[in-house]
Structure formats: C-alpha cells, structure tokens
C-alpha cells in the first residue's frame, strides 16, 4: 500500500495551506473582495466548502453503504454506480476541488487560483487514472457501461 501522505486529503491541506500563506504574505495589492464584491465573494466561497463537504459525505456514505474502500490507493470490492456516483464518477475529488476553490476565494488568494489546474492535474494523474485502470481491470463489463453513462466530473 502507498504511503499515507500520497491521498487527495493531503494535496487539499497543502495546496490550501499555500493558498494561505500567499494571501497573507503574497497578495501584491490583488483582490477579489474590491469595490463591495465582499459579500458575494463570502458568499460563493461558503457556498463552494459547503457544496464540497455536502458531495464528499454523499459519496462517503454511499461507499460505506456498499462496504468497499474510500482510500483511494485501497482494493475496491464493489463497483458504486449508485447514489451520487450516478451523476459523477469522481464525486469526492469533485468535492476536494470545489473545497480548493472555496477556500481560496474565503482566503482571498487571487493568485492561488492557478493552484485549482494544478490540483485537477495532481488527482488525475496520481489517483483518478490509476483507479480507472484498476476498476477496468476488476470490474470489465460493468465498468465499460458505467464508464460510458457516467462522466468523470461532472
């Protein structure tokens, strides 16, 4: 098994926790919140973390509920094409990215933005690719279907 420090949950706090540092030490006079645009960017910042959270605990559950692995470096013994997985086949990366872009929006990072690419990158190369390849491999028919009916993203 892949070292801990290899999942999705640590690339989130770190890239964030860059967020962070640029805004408060970084921000070169840049922001989003000029010209009475802080209430609106406070609230789709919130609006974002809370969609997030709301996507990663829907698919937690629905994995939970069919008893296989969340770590994505684990060995899945069913394949979730129930609940939120109808609608995304990724929903809990889906939510870590709208996690990233909430919180650099509430830190007010502007240039941290670029961060949200890198991160879609670092989880499609790292996790989602290789669990695809290993989901094909274990699951064949029924992934090609589902892969077929059920988008990546969104």
């Not at 605990?57 to 296989?68: D, S």
């Not at 933005?113 to 028919?141: C, D, G, M, S, T």
């Amino acid at each position: 098994m892949k070292s801990w420090i290899d999942t999705p949950p640590v690339w989130l706090f770190g890239l964030a926790g860059l967020a962070w540092v640029q805004a408060n030490l970084w921000h070169f006079g840049l922001s989003l919140r000029g010209a009475g645009g802080g209430g609106v960017i406070s609230l789709l910042s919130g609006l974002l973390i809370g969609g997030g959270v709301i996507l990663i605990l829907l698919a937690v559950v629905e994995m939970r509920r069919q008893k296989t692995t969340v770590h994505p470096h684990g060995e899945p013994s069913h394949l979730v094409q129930s609940g939120i997985f109808k609608r995304s086949r990724n929903p809990i990366y889906l939510g870590d990215c709208l996690l990233l872009l909430g919180l650099v929006l509430r830190f007010d990072a502007v240039l941290s933005l670029a961060l949200l690419p890198l991160f879609v990158w670092v989880l499609e190369r790292r996790f989602i690719i290789p669990e695809e390849k290993k989901l094909r491999r274990q699951f064949r028919a029924d992934w090609a279907r589902y892969e077929q009916k059920t988008r990546r993203w969104l």
